[in-house]
T-cell receptor, first 111, second 114 residues
Framework: DAKTTQPTSMDCAEGRAANLPCNHSTISGNEYVYWYRQIHSQGPQYIIHGLKNNETNEMASLIITEDRKSSTLILPHATLRDTAVYYCIVRVLRAGNMLTFGGGTRLMVKP | NAGVTQTPKFQVLKTGQSMTLQCAQDMNHNSMYWYRQDPGMGLRLIYYSASEGTTDKGEVPNGYNVSRLNKREFSLRLESAAPSQTSVYFC?????????????FGEGSWLTVV
């Protein structure tokens, strides 16, 4: 599976958009990009995933570059409850492939 | 909505003791997983069960055994606990094991081995 690179930490002002980048330059055509977050040692929470097209749901938007070598998770109006570690994961389609977690980005939302 | 339920939530063991972590999901999912997370680290896969009746090793299986009791339940056993197994353990499930299937996690079980 492709490895991902994320900044170790980021800050964001409450109410502003949080843009979390992820590099996955070795991604292959059959690998999905997944985003999870973990709030203070709770179980990881699924946010969004995509293959080629940009995706949006009630939590966030996922922007994938045309060459698929990087992506950005956007939280449109960050709140204090969005303070968490955010994991970008690439995952192949085939059965039996598991989520492999890296270090993630620690997002701190500040008042 | 219960989702993925793990028990116990907290446990302290002495070195050499055995214990079983229980996990149940009520989403009718076929695949289930056990991960561990050490302080400041990402999650690492211990074992998984792609479907009822099958189990496979993950990244860090040594010192653990698993049982897929039925479609709902997937247990993790430590036969002889060691301090290196002090960690937070997460059970998870998904409809299938392919990359298109979202994995949902339980709230974790904190295990300390002294």
């Amino acid at each position: 599976d492709a490895k991902t690179t994320q900044p170790t930490s980021m800050d964001c002002a409450e109410g502003r958009a949080a843009n979390l980048p992820c590099n996955h330059s070795t991604i292959s055509g059959n690998e999905y990009v997944y985003w999870y977050r973990q709030i203070h040692s709770q179980g990881p929470q699924y946010i969004i995933h995509g293959l080629k097209n940009n995706e949006t749901n009630e939590m966030a938007s996922l922007i994938i570059t045309e060459d698929r070598k990087s992506s950005t998770l956007i939280l449109p109006h960050a709140t204090l409850r969005d303070t968490a570690v955010y994991y970008c994961i690439v995952r192949v389609l085939r059965a039996g492939n598991m989520l492999t977690f890296g270090g993630g980005t620690r997002l701190m939302v500040k008042p | 909505n219960a989702g993925v339920t793990q028990t116990p939530k907290f446990q302290v063991l002495k070195t050499g003791q055995s214990m079983t972590l229980q996990c149940a999901q009520d989403m009718n999912h076929n695949s289930m997983y056990w991960y561990r997370q050490d302080p400041g680290m990402g999650l690492r896969l211990i074992y998984y069960s792609a479907s009822e009746g099958t189990t496979d090793k993950g990244e860090v299986p040594n010192g653990y055994n698993v049982s897929r009791l039925n479609k709902r339940e997937f247990s993790l056993r430590l036969e002889s606990a060691a301090p290196s197994q002090t960690s937070v353990y997460f059970c998870a499930s998904s409809e299938g094991s392919g990359g298109r299937n979202t994995i949902y996690f339980g709230e974790g079980s904190w295990l300390t081995v002294v």
